[in-house]
């Protein structure tokens, strides 16, 4: 069956655009694997800065590592306080499967925090195999996955007011 034209153009839509003035954001970093994760925030304070955020509306939490992430990001959703969050992390593989649980366990639930609060929480925990991949994916060839979330919690903050 063929949608005409016309019932193809007559529908509502709905797109989030990089706003960022008046948005709180709050951003957990763990310390562990710091040199990949100073650069992921690095590169979240960048794209906030420029869409417009202020200094002063964004409120960073340093954690130990992954398995922390969860829960001050609990904290601060339950807080109300933030239009969006974004977890930060870098767990990077070893000989052991302590890669998998933490992994598992802090990608699982940082999103369940956000569903729990009805909040955008963007998940910027990289799991890689390797160093290589995680300097990759925090500001090297593969761009810089802190700067990408930070973009996507401001879309999705817009995303949702428009909903609502």
Same mark, same amino acid.
């Given at each position: 069956?063929?949608?005409s %034209?016309?019932?193809? #153009?007559s529908? $509502? *839509?709905?797109? &989030? $655009?990089?706003?960022?003035?008046? /948005?709180?954001? &709050?951003? +957990? @970093?763990?310390?562990?694997?710091?040199?990949?994760t100073?650069?992921l925030?690095? &590169?979240?304070?960048?794209?906030?800065h420029? $869409?417009? +955020? !202020?200094? !002063?509306? =964004?409120t +960073?939490?340093y954690?130990?590592?992954?398995?922390?992430?969860?829960?001050?990001? %609990?904290?601060?959703?339950?807080?109300?306080?933030y /239009?969006?969050?974004?977890?930060? &992390?870098?767990v =990077?593989?070893g000989?052991?499967? $302590?890669?998998e649980?933490?992994?598992s366990?802090?990608?699982?639930?940082?999103?369940?925090?956000g569903? !729990?609060?009805g #909040?955008?929480?963007m998940?910027g925990?990289? *799991? @890689?195999?390797?160093?290589? %991949?995680s300097?990759?994916?925090?500001?090297s060839?593969?761009? /810089?996955k802190?700067?990408?979330?930070?973009?996507?919690?401001? !879309?999705? =903050?817009?995303? #949702?007011?428009? =909903?609502?």
């Amino acid at each position: 069956m063929q949608i005409s %034209q016309q019932n193809a #153009l007559s529908h $509502h *839509t709905i797109e &989030g $655009h990089f706003k960022g003035s008046g /948005n709180r954001i &709050g951003i +957990v @970093v763990a310390r562990f694997n710091e040199l990949i994760t100073r650069a992921l925030l690095s &590169g979240a304070l960048d794209c906030l800065h420029r $869409h417009g +955020v !202020e200094k !002063e509306d =964004i409120t +960073v939490v340093y954690v130990p590592g992954g398995l922390e992430i969860p829960l001050a990001i %609990q904290k601060m959703a339950q807080s109300r306080k933030y /239009n969006a969050l974004i977890a930060l &992390g870098a767990v =990077i593989r070893g000989a052991t499967a $302590h890669f998998e649980y933490v992994s598992s366990f802090a990608t699982q639930a940082t999103a369940q925090a956000g569903l !729990e609060a009805g #909040l955008p929480v963007m998940n910027g925990i990289l *799991t @890689v195999e390797n160093i290589e %991949q995680s300097l990759e994916r925090a500001g090297s060839k593969a761009g /810089n996955k802190g700067w990408e979330c930070a973009q996507g919690a401001l !879309e999705m =903050i817009d995303v #949702l007011r428009q =909903i609502n």
